[in-house]
């Protein structure tokens, strides 16, 4: 199994900073994508950002030019830099992992608990 730890939400003004981290553990795995969600109560999880292992990256229209996703391969952890935050973007963000474990010799999807950001208007 891999384990998915979320770290770096909070409260901040709008036009304010924060950044996430997400950091996988477990035995014997191998991380392949990484990316991040985010949930606002009564709406779908909407995907923010991705990342590859050569570091090839996705983002959603809404915060292109305001986030940044990346990663560190040997501590096994994505991040995600935020920039002038909206109040809109107030969500629980969740981080996300496609990984290949011995145990089960098949790639299957792993979730963090999440972490709650909060953008003041």
């Known amino acids: 199994q891999v384990q998915l730890v979320e770290s770096g939400g909070g409260l901040v003004q709008a036009g304010g900073s924060l950044s996430l981290s997400c950091a996988a553990s477990g035995t014997r795995f191998r991380i392949d994508a990484m990316g991040w969600y985010r949930q606002v109560p009564g709406k779908e999880r909407e995907l923010v950002a991705t990342?590859?292992?050569?570091?090839?990256?996705t983002y959603v229209d809404s915060v292109k030019g305001r986030f940044t996703i990346s990663r560190d391969n040997a501590k096994n952890t994505v991040y995600l830099q935020m920039n002038s935050l909206r109040h809109e973007d107030t969500a629980v963000y969740s981080c996300?992992?496609?990984?290949?474990?011995?145990?089960?010799?098949?790639?299957?999807?792993?979730w963090g608990q999440g972490t709650q950001v909060t953008v003041s208007p």
């Open positions: 990342i590859t292992t050569d570091r090839r990256t």
């Open positions: 996300n992992a496609r990984a290949w474990t011995v145990a089960t010799m098949t790639v299957r999807t792993y």
